[in-house]
């Protein structure tokens, strides 16, 4: 930035050159240059107005005069961020309102999960407002007296917010249908998201302890801690039942002694084929595990499995069992007297979800006697967005059975509010042209995304948007085209109240429950917010004093930025008070 303009924000020097630097300003205020690119402008509804500290002084009038933002330079001073590692802009709403703020407006930042304000608003004025994801049931004959002589098929269809209780519940309705006993397998075909390795190349690979990074599927099921826990078998074997309810797998016991209550477990996907020699187990991260009591109830639901021998030898609990889906592998020191459960936290994936489906059929009451598998076979595609709504289905007729996920504004709501990373990633990949029960590509999505972008106008500057949930390091965008979009959806009488009702209020609910609270932002800002290594942002609405609402936008990109946080905060108080 130009250090000659009196419109530049100030850099972060002592109290004293800030005042020095603000009778600058005054004196040459009535020049007003025009600001360099990527300082001071304002967006299009409104003037541009300076944001540097005014000198006490009578020269402007006080009703023109912008206010003093010293005290959000000097907590950004104090938290040790450089002025080109902000950016920021405020604008209000009303019709030919003054620019409040703004600070390096045009320049692109990482945005982190402020990403999903993108996404979610996009689907709001894209998709339907009746939109579900909805997974469906396919039967490969017909069931007589509740056997069905072939296989069970589940079509996903992108629903991020299945989980175990909500799969039981469906599979007891299935059997009051007349489906009590699978004599073939439980396909899961998740080919209506067709994703390749480079889709998820700037994402974290999932891990236990991390679900939040768990990759985007077309069924997938949002569990991944579990309470285990574990008893003396038949024999003298160890036997484990799980909560949410696990199935096909096999419990490997590695315990070394029994002297105390330390056991620890762990799941991992069953190896196809396995070496002749078992490999070590690959360092993941685990939580600690904690004591917990396990609910009597979901114990005697769940389907206990029964381990092997610490060397990997198989063990026959019925005749001709199919092949585990996955190992849980216990190990510390356990013993009968120790009656807490366990904690176990698995990596999300596809041996995982298996595990849960088959556990979820027994837990509902259903027999199946083959195994969970997944299809790999071809699925309808896309050739191209014009024929993407007429795809012939793969299964003949109608689907026997469909689940429904929640309608799209409380889907919206679901990932503003708790920054769901996996919804955000399904949403967007849902946006494709015919998506459902057409198949999606990240491809087709992102030129669905850029269509929008030219219809709402920020073709121009339209955010870079990679996976939708922000958390790629390469999804940026500048805070002017976030405040425009976040204009957009107030313009819109259908999207503005759902939109709004999905942000976290400050200091009640959501990622904001905790932050603001005593503050004069509380229950007045609704904002998105964004964590990423190196990054910390807040985008959104702020009402101010004078009732009106202000568009909001502001981001740190720096190594610094965890320390920003107050900084963050100190800037809406203070449109909160100016606004």
Known sequence: MSKSTPRRAPCWRSVAALAALAGLVVAAWAQTPAPAAGERSAVPVAASTSTAPPAPSATPSAATRPPDASEIWAALQKAGVKESEVALLAQPLAPGAPLLISHNEKLAFTLASTTKVITTLASLQTLPGSFRWRTRAWLTGTPQDGRLAGDLILVGGGDATLDSKRLTDWFRRLRKQGLNHVQGQIVLDQSLFRLVAKDHANTPVPE???????????????????????????????????????????????????????????????????????????????????????????????????????????????????????????????????????????????????????????????????????????????????????????????????????????????????????????????????????????????????????????????????NGSGLAHSEQGSVLAMVQLLQTAWGDPKTQKVFLASLPVAGADGTLAGRFKGSPAQRNAFLKTGTLTGVRSLAGYVRGQSGQMIAVAIVVNSEQAGAAVPALDKFIEWVRQHG
Request: glycine share 6%.
């Open 208 to 466: 236990a302890g991390n679900p939040h990074h768990a990759w985007p599927d077309a069924f997938v099921l949002d569990d991944s801690r579990f309470q285990v826990k574990l008893r003396a078998g038949e024999g003298g074997a160890l036997a484990a039942t799980f909560d949410p309810p696990l199935g096909q797998v096999e419990v490997v016991s590695q315990i070394s002694g029994s002297r105390l209550c330390t056991a620890q477990a762990r799941f991992e996907p069953a190896q196809d084929k396995p070496a002749a020699k078992p490999a070590p187990t690959p360092e993941v991260a685990l939580s600690p595990m904690v004591p917990v009591s396990l609910p009597a109830a979901s114990a005697a639901s769940a389907p206990e499995q029964v381990a092997s021998s610490p060397e990997p030898a198989a063990v026959a609990v019925k005749p001709t069992p199919p092949p585990p889906v996955g190992r849980v592998i216990v190990s510390g020191q356990w013993s009968p007297r120790c009656v807490n459960a366990l904690t176990m936290e698995a990596a999300p994936g596809r041996a995982l979800t298996a595990a849960l489906v088959a556990g979820a059929w027994a837990a509902a009451g259903g027999q199946l006697d083959g195994r969970v598998l997944h299809r790999d076979g071809a699925a309808p595609t896309v050739r191209g967005a014009r024929r993407a709504r007429t795809p012939a289905s793969p299964y003949p007729g109608k689907p026997w059975a469909t689940l429904d996920s929640a309608p799209l504004p409380e889907l919206v709501r679901a990932i503003n509010k708790d920054s769901n990373n996996l919804m955000a990633r399904n949403l967007l990949l849902s946006m494709a042209p015919g998506f459902s029960p057409t198949t999606s590509t990240l491809d087709l999505a992102r030129q669905r995304l850029a269509l929008w972008f030219k219809k709402v106008g920020v073709a121009a500057s339209a955010p870079k948007v990679d």
